[in-house]
């Protein structure tokens, strides 16, 4: 069954991250976590999914039928003193596909060509190209493609942060390896599912650890 749905909020002061410690700014996307506070969508393993703004219901509805995690963002108004739905985060693949079945609307298929633009963009610096390499050599046994899917997600990620300047060098063993786990976590176990239900992350870590494990064993060699 599902458990009660995954709220993030569009903070409305100046906020930081209470795990990674990162200044997130007056307009941050944030989860409560219980008595652990605020914490920024990196540290709770949402920022793989993608923002699909309120209005548009067939398509909505479909893509959290195709998501096994999604989340409410819900922002405060002040005028009527309560918090307003503004949209919803969503696996790519899920968005996707609900694209797909709603295709025939002119409006949806706008938005998706401005999407894929950004994206270009983003990903159309070296970093990676580098980042990928660095995760064949490190994972040589990685399935054909998944480095590239990694690489994406990294860069997209660092590339939304203030000041983080991402050359090669910073490609480090362990960057690599903790952006591989994340990767892993989303596609390979059971995470997300977890999440989904309700789990504290903490809890669903540690129970697809040992599968991280494996694959990750498999992956290096
Ligand atoms: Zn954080």
Redesign the pocket.
Known sequence: MQGEELKVFISSRESS?D????KLGSKAWITLAGDKGA??L??ADLDHLLFLPSGNVALTRRARKHSTLSAVVLKWSRARKRYERQGLLVEVQALEKAEEECLADEAIRERRREREATRREVLGRRYVDQFAVRVRELFPGCPAGREREIAEHACLKYSGRVGRSASAKELDEKAIRLAVVAHLRHRETKYDELLAKGHDRREARTAVEKTVRQVLRKWET
């Open positions: 991250c795990e990674c410690g990162e914490l920024c990196s540290c």
